[in-house]
Structures are given as structure tokens and as C-alpha cells.
């Protein structure tokens, strides 16, 4: 079986730095992915762990522990458009499974 | 380039009603997959086709059935609806998952089951 957990609610200023965790017990795991949803829409693929370490898109980066099975989104010069809700993913034998999400919300 | 298209967007069904969700993409991608998401949750997978002709469960695969005739094409069934089948299904495919680019998702079809 697999399981994911990440925080449900997040609260971060216009501006700022805001991290979202993600742990999993899965097993054959190939790679960690993150997706962001904004209400009511479709999710959007934002990254792509498949090694350990740090990936970067821009103000988005993503980093991968096996080891620790935990990865993290990192969310740089946060803007009001960023609020929505962000997904972990484990890729798990040809298919993805997703976490419950977190809901990030920036304030002015 | 449309990406994943899903028809309908909306629909309300009676209890006991069947259905066909469409979902039809235009990228050559290999791998389907079905999702449901319900209020203020994950999305959970119903079924996914890694190929024509190919389909397996995914985790909540009860009240439901797929094809896969086409590499386009991957409607998804359900027969006999009921009030717990009340969710938003998303379609999605991908040239495969465990590669750069991720799933491309369809816009959803919002159900209501009364």
C-alpha cells in the first residue's frame, strides 16, 4: 500500500517563503511529483522529483529525500496567485497516487 | 492542440441512472487515467490504460468500468449511480509517469447523484 501525509492548511504573506512537506510510505516507488489546483480547477503539474536533491522552476523548487521518504515544495516571492491547493504524488507502478493537499493561502 | 477534453462538464443523475463521462486527448499520449475528487480531498484513481486495449483498477474502481479502443479515447461507465458517485471526475494522461511533464488533466466533469 501507500500513504502520503502533508499539512492541510498553509498561511504566508505576499512576499515570503513558504515550504510544504510531504512524507510517504509506499512501496516500488519510482519518483515524487507536485501538482497545483487552483478552486474548481484542473491540477497542474508544477515538478519532478525522480533522483534525491533540489529541482528549480523558477520561483518553484522541489527536493527529494529517499532515504527520509519526505520531499518538499519550496515556494519563493509568494504572490496572491499562488494561493491554491498544492499536491504531493508518488509514482507508483505505471500510475500516480496524490496526497489530501494543502491549501495555501497568501495574504496581503 | 485541445489537450485533454472531458464532456460534459455537468451533469445531475438519479439514482440508479448509467452514464458515460467522455475523455478524449490529442497529444499521442500513451497512459490514461481516471479520477474522482470529492470536496476538500485528494484525488483518488478509479482506473488507468497504459496503452489501447490495456486497463487496471486503481484504488476505488467499484461502480465503475473503462475501455480503451483508441489511443484518443478513455470513457469511463458508471452503472447504476449512486449518492457517493456525487464527485468531480478528472481524465488525464501523460506519455508516461514516472518522466518529466507530468499528467495533463481535463477540466473535469462536475456529477451530482440525487
Known amino acids: ?108 | 492542440n485541445a489537450g485533454v477534453t472531458q464532456t460534459p462538464k455537468f451533469r445531475i443523475l438519479k439514482i440508479g441512472q448509467s452514464m458515460t463521462l467522455q475523455c478524449t486527448q490529442d497529444m499521442n499520449h500513451n497512459y490514461m487515467y481516471w479520477y474522482r475528487q470529492d470536496p476538500g480531498m485528494g484525488l483518488k484513481l478509479i482506473y488507468y490504460s497504459v496503452g489501447a486495449g490495456i486497463t487496471d483498477k486503481g484504488e476505488v474502481p467499484n461502480g465503475y468500468n473503462v475501455s480503451r479502443s483508441t489511443t484518443e479515447d478513455f470513457p469511463l461507465r458508471l452503472e447504476l449511480a449512486a449518492p457517493s458517485q456525487t464527485s468531480v471526475y478528472f481524465c488525464a494522461s501523460s506519455y508516461g509517469v514516472d518522466r518529466e511533464g507530468g499528467y495533463t488533466f481535463g477540466s473535469g466533469t462536475r456529477l451530482t447523484v440525487v
Open chain 1, 1 to 108: 500500500g501507500q500513504s502520503l501525509e502533508q499539512p492541510s492548511e498553509v498561511t504566508a504573506v505576499e512576499g515570503a517563503i513558504v515550504q510544504i512537506n510531504c512524507t510517504y510510505q509506499t512501496s516500488g516507488f519510482y519518483g515524487l511529483s507536485w501538482y497545483q489546483q487552483h478552486d474548481g480547477g484542473a491540477p497542474t503539474f508544477l515538478s519532478y522529483n525522480g533522483l534525491d536533491g533540489l529541482e528549480e522552476t523558477g520561483r518553484f523548487s522541489s527536493f527529494l529525500s529517499r532515504s527520509d521518504s519526505y520531499g518538499y515544495l519550496l515556494l519563493q516571492e509568494l504572490q496572491m496567485k499562488d494561493s491554491a491547493s498544492y499536491f504531493c504524488a508518488v509514482s507508483q507502478g505505471g500510475k500516480l497516487i496524490f496526497g489530501q493537499g494543502t491549501e495555501l493561502s497568501v495574504k496581503p
